[in-house]
């Protein structure tokens, strides 16, 4: 690791972060630590951003206060995390993630743990059962003096994976040089202990310390490497990116949560197409979808798969549009044709569509459940579009608003939108939809859908009541 490389400090005359630019929430929080005689520092990706003119995605910051003093001075503070206590500042709309400095004892073990524990607040919120057990247990052991005497601090914490460390220390055990730059709310500097300050002008995303040993530690930092890369348009340092040829074998010790985590912040991010251009490049594509990259490589009718570079990059428009892609959107997307392919020969050996699509959804789950795991609900929801694509073919059929009422409804017609962009049709079914659905919202009643095929185009212009044929006191009707 760098430990011997010189802190330097960028005063505020000669960088360009001001504080209207950070979040005023961020801002009250680093003050108030600050009043508080605590050190106060913006850290990561918040700090990146802003120093290259982007608006950051979220504001996280360091400091000397423990877990316990942060929840002292914040009421609207919650700490997460079993072992590596982050403490959380709910605000209104912001949730600004404040965390002690950290040095790091055991750095391999640590890496897996802290950042896997770093994911969204639903997988770090929700312990289960073993865990608030074992909280318990710990709380009863504290209480009583009957723990083993060093191995946690008051907060609880692991002391043998997590120690509080200096400013420096928290610096040198982060990932890349861009995301280890500190800006001090004392006096609006910079303070840059790797070299960070250099390789962003540079444009560069270079390991703090020997990449071989920190892709070792942490491999799930080799995709970190490709999506900072892509997302700021930088390139990979040498030896960074022969650490990552070299090692890319070894990206499944990650977990497949946090693999899954990892890759759809990867392929979100509004440069998906380039991201899974360079991920199959480096190398770290195939070990984290074998099946799929073996398929990707066999030409289909001497054509090669083209359909999910288009469908990712399709994606990568919606989401510069600022129109949200969910992550079965996406799966959907990138795996659709794959998808289709299995449904196809499920249907051959004479499944109905519906049961023929569950099985290939589920089959895809098993072969990716080894390297990158999907969460259930996400699966339900690939399930459901392509199930519903189907159901779109009649407009509206029996109960049209049951479709619109689906969850997967809004996702199914984007899913229908690309369909539509790939192959356009002569008449769009998800126009169609489109404003069946705008007008069931609005409450009115649509008329019955043309006749003939599919394609049924215009929308019903006005409410029409079908009136129900009297009958006759004899019964028959009229
Ligand atoms: P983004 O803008 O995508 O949020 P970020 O740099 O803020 O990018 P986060 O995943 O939010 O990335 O992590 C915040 C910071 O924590 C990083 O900037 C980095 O300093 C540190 N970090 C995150 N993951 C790792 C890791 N696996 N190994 C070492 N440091 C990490
Ligand atoms: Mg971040």
């Known amino acids: 690791m760098n430990t011997n490389m010189e802190k330097v400090i960028i005063p505020r005359a000669e960088h360009s972060i001001s504080r209207s630019l950070l979040s005023p929430n961020g801002v009250k929080v680093l003050y108030k630590l600050r009043e508080h005689g605590f050190i106060a520092y913006l850290v990561g990706g918040g700090v990146r951003d802003l120093l290259l003119g982007r608006e950051p995605k979220d504001f996280d910051v360091v400091t000397d206060a423990t877990p316990n003093q942060l929840k002292k001075l914040f009421r609207n503070c919650r700490l997460i995390g079993r072992r590596f206590r982050l403490a959380h500042i709910h605000f209104h709309d912001e949730i ?52 083993p005497p060093i191995l946690k601090s008051e907060d609880g914490m692991v002391l043998r994976d997590n120690v509080f460390g200096t400013p420096e ?6 990932d890349f040089t861009v995301n280890a730059l500190f800006y001090n709310i004392a006096d609006f500097s910079i303070i840059d202990h790797v070299g960070g300050m250099e390789d962003l002008r540079n444009g560069l995303i270079r390991t703090i310390g020997d990449p071989m040993v920190r892709f070792t530690e942490d491999p799930v930092r080799m995709i970190r490497a490709i999506r900072f890369a892509s997302m700021l348009g930088f390139n990979i340092e040498p030896r960074t990116e022969a650490a990552i040829e070299a090692l890319c074998g070894t990206i499944n010790k990650a977990t497949p949560p946090r693999l899954y985590e990892e890759v759809l912040k990867l392929l979100l991010m509004g440069a998906g197409e380039r991201t899974y251009q360079m991920m199959r490049h480096s190398g770290l594509f195939e070990p ?59 249907r051959d050996e004479g499944l109905p569509p519906q049961q023929a699509t569950d099985a290939a959804v589920a089959a895809f789950a098993g072969e990716l459940a080894p390297t990158v795991s999907v969460p259930n609900r996400v699966l339900v929801a690939v399930r459901d579009i392509l199930n519903m694509q189907q159901r779109f073919q009649k407009t509206p059929g029996r109960n049209g608003r049951g479709v619109v009422a689906r969850l997967a409804f809004r996702d199914a017609l984007q899913y229908l939108r690309f369909m539509e962009q790939l192959t356009p049709p002569k008449r769009s079914l998800a126009d169609w939809w489109e404003r069946f659905a705008a007008q069931q919202s609005e409450g009115v009643e649509s008329a019955p859908p043309p006749k003939g095929e599919a394609g049924a185009a215009e929308a019903p212009k006005k409410k029409r009541r079908r009136r129900r044929r009297r009958r006759k006191p004899g019964g028959a009707p009229e």
């Open 169 to 174: 220390e928290d610096a040198v055990r982060r």
């Open 288 to 346: 984290l979808f074998p099946h799929f990259d073996a398929w990707l490589s066999r030409e289909s009718d001497c054509y090669p798969h083209v359909r999910v570079g288009k469908a990712l990059e399709w994606a990568d428009e919606q989401i510069g549009q600022g129109i949200a892609v969910t992550p079965p959107l996406l799966i959907t997307l990138m795996f659709g044709e794959y998808l289709e392919e299995k449904v196809a020969l499920l």
């Open 96 to 147: 600004i993630e404040v965390a002690t400095f950290r040095s790091t004892v055991d750095a391999a073990e640590a890496a897996q743990e802290e950042f896997a524990e770093a994911l969204p607040e639903e997988t770090v919120e929700a312990p289960t059962e073993a865990e608030q057990l074992e909280d318990e247990r710990d709380r009863r052991r504290r209480r009583h003096h009957h723990g």
